[in-house]
């Protein structure tokens, strides 16, 4: 079972950064998609962005040009260093975990970081 743990979620201001780290267990950390998912009250979750085990980054439209996903591989974490934070990018932050060898597999999902953004 792989273990996916997100971290750095806070208060901050409008305009402000915060970089989210998420650290997954097992040793083919290398091999996943890693992924960043955000929950708003009463809205549905959707993506904010991804990374392949190639590098291949994607982002949301509503987060382009602000947030940066980026990985090292050997510290088996992930990271989304999130730049001109607003009001409305507040949002429980989820990461998951695809593994690219078992497309078929589920992804595994952290527990979320709470962000808020707000004076």
């Known amino acids: 079972q792989v273990q996916v743990v997100e971290s750095g979620g806070g208060l901050v201001q409008p305009g402000g950064s915060l970089r989210l780290s998420c650290a997954a267990s097992g040793n083919i950390f290398r091999f996943y998609t890693m992924g960043w998912y955000r929950q708003a009250p009463g809205k549905e979750r959707e993506m904010v962005a991804s990374?392949?085990?190639?590098?291949?980054?994607t982002y949301a439209d509503s987060v382009k040009g602000r947030y940066t996903i980026s990985r090292d591989n050997a510290k088996n974490t992930a990271y989304l260093q999130m730049n001109s934070l607003k009001p409305e990018d507040t949002a429980v932050y989820y990461c998951?975990?695809?593994?690219?060898?078992?497309?078929?597999?589920?992804?595994?999902w952290g527990q979320g970081t709470q962000v808020t953004v707000s004076s």
């Open positions: 990374i392949t085990a190639g590098g291949i980054k």
């Open positions: 998951n975990a695809k593994n690219q060898l078992a497309p078929n597999l589920d992804p595994y």
